[in-house]
């Protein structure tokens, strides 16, 4: 067995570790949890590590809820600095294109709730996987219009293909293990959030 990398992600209603030898899962652990992933995540991994110190860490920098990728990013720079270890980042859009199950060098589209109204949304395809454009916050009727893939994926995939009126979809939030899927480009992204959309708090001026 060689270096172990720890797998944290916490940056949508589920509550995600996994522990990866390369590319083998050795251990894992998922919930949906909706909220509370501040309380529940640090027990979690605990449990999964079981005295185990891994070599390196990879977390999922978003886009989700605005609390959720601060959760997963705290809890990763901590044990960044106290194990001495690498830390890399990686999107919770390319961790569910990754897990679709698509046919080698097809398009699969990527839809996640983003609250107030709005639809996270990024395509991808190619083999390996790449992103084919840009991540955008889209009111879903302006996202129907942006995915042009016949499979969808994510919380807000049904939404999404209803609006358009065609399609395959599958729900879906991103799974900690699915980062042994992902092509070495996505996963080496900086360890910092990445919202999808401004703050809902604005500075007063």
């Given at each position: ?43 979690m991994i605990d449990a999964l590590l079981s005295g185990r110190r891994p070599g ?64 996270f949304v990024q395509s991808f395809g190619d083999d390996p996987l790449r992103p ?23 919380s807000a995939a049904a939404a999404l293909v209803g609006q358009r009126g065609w ?39």
């Amino acid at each position: 067995m060689g270096p172990l990398t720890l797998v944290i992600d916490s940056a949508t209603p589920a509550c995600s570790v996994a522990l990866l030898d390369g590319d083998t899962v050795v251990a894992e652990a998922h919930e949906v949890v909706g909220r509370g992933h501040a309380e529940r995540l640090v027990p979690m991994i605990d449990a999964l590590l079981s005295g185990r110190r891994p070599g390196a860490i990879l977390v999922d920098c978003g886009p989700g809820s605005f609390t959720g990728v601060r959760v997963g990013l705290a809890a990763a720079h901590g044990m960044r600095i106290g194990w001495g270890v690498p830390l890399a980042g990686f999107s919770s859009m390319s961790l569910l294109a990754a897990a679709a199950g698509r046919e080698p060098g097809a398009a699969v589209g990527v839809a996640l709730d983003g609250g107030h109204g709005q639809v996270f949304v990024q395509s991808f395809g190619d083999d390996p996987l790449r992103p084919l454009d840009r991540l955008a916050s889209l009111a879903p009727s302006e996202a129907a219009l942006q995915v042009t893939a016949p499979l969808v994926v994510g919380s807000a995939a049904a939404a999404l293909v209803g609006q358009r009126g065609w399609g395959e979809w599958r729900d879906a939030l991103p799974r900690a293990a699915d980062a042994a899927r992902l092509p070495a480009p996505l996963r080496t992204l900086d360890p910092k959030p990445i919202y999808g959309r401004a703050p809902d708090a604005k500075v007063a001026q």
